[in-house]
Protein backbone atom coordinates (compact mmCIF):
# COMPACT_ATOMS: atom_id res chain seq x y z
CA UNK A 1 0.00 0.00 0.00
CA UNK A 2 1.27 3.43 -0.49
CA UNK A 3 2.10 5.57 2.30
CA UNK A 4 0.20 9.25 2.16
CA UNK A 5 1.03 12.05 4.26
CA UNK A 6 -1.99 13.83 5.60
CA UNK A 7 -2.35 16.63 7.58
CA UNK A 8 -5.22 17.59 10.39
CA UNK A 9 -6.94 19.80 12.56
CA UNK A 10 -4.94 21.61 15.54
CA UNK A 11 -6.22 23.21 18.64
CA UNK A 12 -3.42 25.55 19.48
CA UNK A 13 -4.99 25.97 23.19
CA UNK A 14 -5.55 22.42 23.76
CA UNK A 15 -2.39 21.91 22.10
CA UNK A 16 -3.70 18.68 20.67
CA UNK A 17 -4.36 17.83 16.91
CA UNK A 18 -6.79 15.72 15.32
CA UNK A 19 -8.47 14.55 12.10
CA UNK A 20 -12.22 12.72 11.03
CA UNK A 21 -12.24 9.50 10.74
CA UNK A 22 -13.78 9.96 7.37
CA UNK A 23 -10.32 10.61 5.55
CA UNK A 24 -8.63 7.66 7.42
CA UNK A 25 -11.83 5.35 5.64
CA UNK A 26 -11.93 6.71 2.22
CA UNK A 27 -7.88 6.38 1.77
CA UNK A 28 -7.76 2.70 3.41
CA UNK A 29 -10.71 1.99 0.84
CA UNK A 30 -8.23 3.22 -2.19
CA UNK A 31 -5.80 1.35 -0.66
CA UNK A 32 -3.80 3.92 0.72
CA UNK A 33 -1.79 3.96 3.90
CA UNK A 34 -2.65 7.52 5.76
CA UNK A 35 -0.25 8.92 8.04
CA UNK A 36 -0.93 11.90 9.59
CA UNK A 37 1.37 14.71 9.96
CA UNK A 38 0.35 16.99 13.29
CA UNK A 39 0.62 21.01 12.55
CA UNK A 40 2.82 20.60 15.95
CA UNK A 41 5.16 18.88 13.79
CA UNK A 42 8.07 21.35 12.61
CA UNK A 43 8.16 22.29 8.66
CA UNK A 44 11.27 20.81 8.77
CA UNK A 45 10.46 17.79 10.22
CA UNK A 46 7.24 17.41 7.65
CA UNK A 47 9.46 18.12 4.54
CA UNK A 48 11.88 14.97 5.66
CA UNK A 49 8.82 12.99 6.39
CA UNK A 50 7.39 13.67 2.89
CA UNK A 51 10.55 12.50 1.16
CA UNK A 52 9.01 8.96 2.00
CA UNK A 53 5.45 9.24 1.16
CA UNK A 54 3.84 8.72 -2.28
CA UNK A 55 1.76 11.50 -2.12
CA UNK A 56 -0.37 14.19 0.08
CA UNK A 57 -3.28 15.14 1.01
CA UNK A 58 -4.00 18.53 2.75
CA UNK A 59 -7.62 18.13 4.65
CA UNK A 60 -10.03 20.63 5.83
CA UNK A 61 -9.84 22.76 8.63
CA UNK A 62 -9.72 27.01 9.41
CA UNK A 63 -8.83 29.75 7.27
CA UNK A 64 -6.01 30.78 5.21
CA UNK A 65 -3.87 33.98 6.98
CA UNK A 66 -4.74 36.55 4.40
CA UNK A 67 -1.28 37.55 4.15
CA UNK A 68 -0.01 34.93 2.13
CA UNK A 69 -2.20 36.01 -0.37
CA UNK A 70 -1.39 39.78 0.06
CA UNK A 71 -4.63 41.05 1.70
CA UNK A 72 -5.47 42.38 4.96
CA UNK A 73 -8.20 40.19 7.28
CA UNK A 74 -11.54 41.10 6.89
CA UNK A 75 -13.49 41.51 10.55
CA UNK A 76 -15.28 38.14 8.78
CA UNK A 77 -12.23 35.82 9.06
CA UNK A 78 -12.12 32.74 11.18
CA UNK A 79 -9.73 31.51 13.39
CA UNK A 80 -6.14 31.36 12.05
CA UNK A 81 -3.34 28.77 12.69
CA UNK A 82 0.32 30.07 12.08
CA UNK A 83 1.42 26.34 12.95
CA UNK A 84 -0.68 24.86 10.25
CA UNK A 85 -0.19 27.49 7.55
CA UNK A 86 3.87 27.15 8.09
CA UNK A 87 3.65 23.51 7.73
CA UNK A 88 1.50 23.26 4.66
CA UNK A 89 2.80 25.69 2.55
CA UNK A 90 5.92 23.87 2.83
CA UNK A 91 4.94 20.45 2.50
CA UNK A 92 3.81 21.91 -0.69
CA UNK A 93 6.55 23.01 -1.53
CA UNK A 94 8.55 20.01 -1.00
CA UNK A 95 5.47 18.08 -2.96
CA UNK A 96 6.14 19.94 -6.07
CA UNK A 97 9.85 19.32 -5.80
CA UNK A 98 9.15 15.63 -5.46
CA UNK A 99 6.71 15.46 -8.21
CA UNK A 100 4.13 13.65 -5.77
CA UNK A 101 0.01 13.77 -6.21
CA UNK A 102 -1.42 16.42 -3.58
CA UNK A 103 -5.25 16.25 -3.52
CA UNK A 104 -6.68 19.37 -1.36
CA UNK A 105 -10.15 19.35 0.18
CA UNK A 106 -11.62 22.46 1.32
CA UNK A 107 -9.30 24.66 3.23
CA UNK A 108 -6.92 21.95 1.45
CA UNK A 109 -7.83 23.04 -2.19
CA UNK A 110 -7.37 27.01 -0.93
CA UNK A 111 -3.98 26.44 0.52
CA UNK A 112 -3.14 24.85 -2.67
CA UNK A 113 -4.53 27.65 -4.73
CA UNK A 114 -2.86 30.45 -2.40
CA UNK A 115 0.31 28.18 -2.96
CA UNK A 116 0.78 28.88 -6.30
CA UNK A 117 0.24 32.55 -6.42
CA UNK A 118 -3.96 32.56 -6.45
CA UNK A 119 -5.81 34.13 -4.15
CA UNK A 120 -9.16 33.61 -1.96
CA UNK A 121 -12.38 35.32 -1.24
CA UNK A 122 -12.27 35.83 2.47
CA UNK A 123 -15.87 35.96 3.13
CA UNK A 124 -18.93 34.65 1.11
CA UNK A 125 -22.12 37.32 1.32
CA UNK A 126 -24.83 37.03 -0.79
CA UNK A 127 -23.23 36.28 -4.14
CA UNK A 128 -25.12 38.46 -6.28
CA UNK A 129 -28.97 38.03 -7.02
CA UNK A 130 -28.10 34.60 -7.93
CA UNK A 131 -26.22 33.70 -4.57
CA UNK A 132 -26.72 30.27 -2.27
CA UNK A 133 -25.66 29.00 1.13
CA UNK A 134 -22.28 27.96 1.20
CA UNK A 135 -22.14 26.94 4.71
CA UNK A 136 -24.19 23.87 5.28
CA UNK A 137 -26.91 23.63 8.47
CA UNK A 138 -27.56 19.74 8.54
CA UNK A 139 -26.05 16.43 8.26
CA UNK A 140 -22.64 16.51 7.12
CA UNK A 141 -22.95 13.55 4.56
CA UNK A 142 -26.28 15.42 3.29
CA UNK A 143 -26.03 17.04 -0.55
CA UNK A 144 -26.55 20.99 -0.04
CA UNK A 145 -26.15 22.73 -3.54
CA UNK A 146 -25.00 21.36 -6.74
CA UNK A 147 -22.27 21.84 -8.74
CA UNK A 148 -21.37 22.20 -12.58
CA UNK A 149 -18.08 19.98 -12.95
CA UNK A 150 -16.87 20.76 -16.62
CA UNK A 151 -15.94 17.99 -19.25
CA UNK A 152 -12.59 16.96 -20.17
CA UNK A 153 -11.46 17.31 -16.31
CA UNK A 154 -9.29 14.83 -14.07
CA UNK A 155 -12.50 15.23 -11.68
CA UNK A 156 -15.32 14.35 -15.08
CA UNK A 157 -13.66 11.44 -14.86
CA UNK A 158 -14.02 10.53 -11.30
CA UNK A 159 -17.59 12.12 -11.24
CA UNK A 160 -19.24 12.13 -15.02
CA UNK A 161 -19.40 15.85 -16.53
CA UNK A 162 -22.76 17.80 -15.52
CA UNK A 163 -24.39 18.53 -12.43
CA UNK A 164 -23.59 16.98 -9.22
CA UNK A 165 -24.64 17.64 -6.07
CA UNK A 166 -22.68 17.67 -2.69
CA UNK A 167 -22.25 19.11 0.70
CA UNK A 168 -21.11 22.71 1.40
CA UNK A 169 -18.82 23.22 5.17
CA UNK A 170 -17.30 27.01 3.97
CA UNK A 171 -16.96 30.65 4.24
CA UNK A 172 -14.34 31.22 1.88
CA UNK A 173 -13.28 30.19 -1.89
CA UNK A 174 -10.98 30.59 -4.37
CA UNK A 175 -10.89 34.11 -6.10
CA UNK A 176 -7.53 34.64 -8.88
CA UNK A 177 -6.98 31.35 -9.57
CA UNK A 178 -3.78 30.20 -9.38
CA UNK A 179 -1.08 30.14 -13.01
CA UNK A 180 -1.30 26.26 -14.13
CA UNK A 181 -4.60 25.68 -12.33
CA UNK A 182 -7.43 25.00 -14.17
CA UNK A 183 -10.85 25.54 -12.68
CA UNK A 184 -13.41 21.93 -13.04
CA UNK A 185 -16.10 22.90 -11.71
CA UNK A 186 -18.35 25.54 -10.26
CA UNK A 187 -21.55 26.49 -8.23
CA UNK A 188 -24.85 27.98 -9.59
CA UNK A 189 -23.65 31.35 -8.29
CA UNK A 190 -20.54 30.97 -10.09
CA UNK A 191 -18.10 29.89 -7.03
CA UNK A 192 -14.86 27.71 -7.95
CA UNK A 193 -16.06 24.63 -6.31
CA UNK A 194 -12.90 22.49 -8.32
CA UNK A 195 -9.53 23.01 -9.51
CA UNK A 196 -6.88 21.09 -11.26
CA UNK A 197 -4.03 20.25 -12.89
CA UNK A 198 -2.37 17.36 -14.70
CA UNK A 199 1.21 17.55 -14.35
CA UNK A 200 2.27 17.94 -11.49
CA UNK A 201 -1.01 15.98 -10.29
CA UNK A 202 -2.81 18.62 -8.67
CA UNK A 203 -6.81 18.57 -7.37
CA UNK A 204 -8.53 20.27 -5.51
CA UNK A 205 -12.14 20.38 -4.21
CA UNK A 206 -14.51 23.07 -2.18
CA UNK A 207 -16.68 20.42 -0.79
CA UNK A 208 -15.93 17.40 1.69
CA UNK A 209 -16.20 14.27 0.20
CA UNK A 210 -14.40 12.38 2.95
CA UNK A 211 -17.92 12.97 5.07
CA UNK A 212 -20.00 12.24 2.09
CA UNK A 213 -18.60 8.66 0.45
CA UNK A 214 -20.30 6.06 2.67
CA UNK A 215 -23.56 7.64 2.11
CA UNK A 216 -23.10 8.60 -1.64
CA UNK A 217 -20.21 5.89 -2.79
CA UNK A 218 -19.64 8.11 -5.91
CA UNK A 219 -17.42 10.12 -3.67
CA UNK A 220 -15.09 7.50 -3.30
CA UNK A 221 -14.01 7.98 -7.11
CA UNK A 222 -11.91 11.08 -5.84
CA UNK A 223 -9.93 8.75 -3.46
CA UNK A 224 -9.42 6.16 -6.14
CA UNK A 225 -8.31 8.31 -8.91
CA UNK A 226 -5.80 10.06 -6.04
CA UNK A 227 -4.42 6.52 -5.45
CA UNK A 228 -3.94 5.57 -9.05
CA UNK A 229 -1.93 9.01 -9.69
CA UNK A 230 0.09 8.00 -6.42
CA UNK A 231 0.89 4.48 -7.99
CA UNK A 232 2.52 6.76 -11.00
CA UNK A 233 -0.37 6.27 -13.72
CA UNK A 234 -1.55 9.68 -15.35
CA UNK A 235 -4.37 11.12 -17.48
Not at 147 to 171: C, D, F, R, Y
Amino acid sequence: MRLIAVTCMHNCSEQRSSISDGYIGALERAALTPVVIPPSLSPQASVRGLERMDGLLLSGGNDVAPLRYGQQPRPEIGALDVLRDEQEFALVKKAFDLGIPVFGICRGAQVLNVALGGTLIQHIHANGPEGIQHCQNGQSWQCHHHIEVKPGTMLASALGAGIVAVNSHHHQAVDKIAPGLTVSATAPDGLIEGIECADPWILGVQWHPEMMWQHHPEFLHLFEIFARACKGERP
